[in-house]
C-alpha cells in the first residue's frame, strides 16, 4: 500500500488548509485511515482517524475545528483544518492499516502503512 499526502503549506493564524491522502495497491483491506502530526524535536502525536464505515475520532487539541473525511470509492482521506493556530505546525503524515482497531487507533504503532509527509506551517 502507497500513501501520497499532499496540500500542506504556509498559513496564518485562523486560516485554513485542507490535507489529501491517496491510498494505492491493496486498499480494501484497511480498516482505518488517520492522520498524525509531528513537531520539530517532538513525537508522533495522533489527529484524527476515520474508520472505513465512516466513524471518526479526534484528538482533544483538534477538536471543534479539523474535520476528518473519505472518499471510499477514490480510497482517499482528508483532513479539513479550520482555525490554525501555530501550535499546529507541524509535518502531517497520513496512516492507514488492516489490524487497527478503536482501542488503538490513537497509537502509531497500530498503522502499517505512512505517507511521506506534508508540511503545514501557521505563522502567529
Known amino acids: 500500500v502507497q500513501l501520497q499526502a499532499c496540500g500542506g503549506g504556509l498559513v496564518q493564524a485562523g486560516g485554513s488548509l485542507r490535507l489529501s491522502c491517496v491510498a494505492s495497491g491493496g486498499t480494501s483491506t484497511n480498516r482505518y485511515m488517520a492522520w498524525f502530526r509531528q513537531a520539530p524535536g517532538k513525537e508522533r502525536d495522533f489527529v484524527a482517524a476515520r474508520k472505513w464505515s465512516g466513524s471518526t475520532h479526534y484528538a482533544d487539541s483538534v477538536k471543534g475545528r479539523f474535520t476528518i473525511s473519505g472518499d471510499n470509492a477514490k480510497n482517499t482521506v482528508y483532513l479539513q483544518m479550520n482555525d490554525l493556530r501555530p501550535e499546529d505546525t507541524a509535518v502531517y503524515y497520513c496512516?492507514?492499516?488492516?489490524?487497527?482497531?478503536?482501542?488503538?487507533?490513537?497509537?502509531?504503532?497500530?498503522?502499517?502503512?505512512w505517507g511521506q509527509g506534508t508540511q503545514v506551517t501557521v505563522s502567529s
Open positions: 496512516a492507514a492499516g488492516p489490524s487497527v482497531i478503536q482501542s488503538t487507533l490513537a497509537s502509531r504503532t497500530a498503522y502499517a502503512y
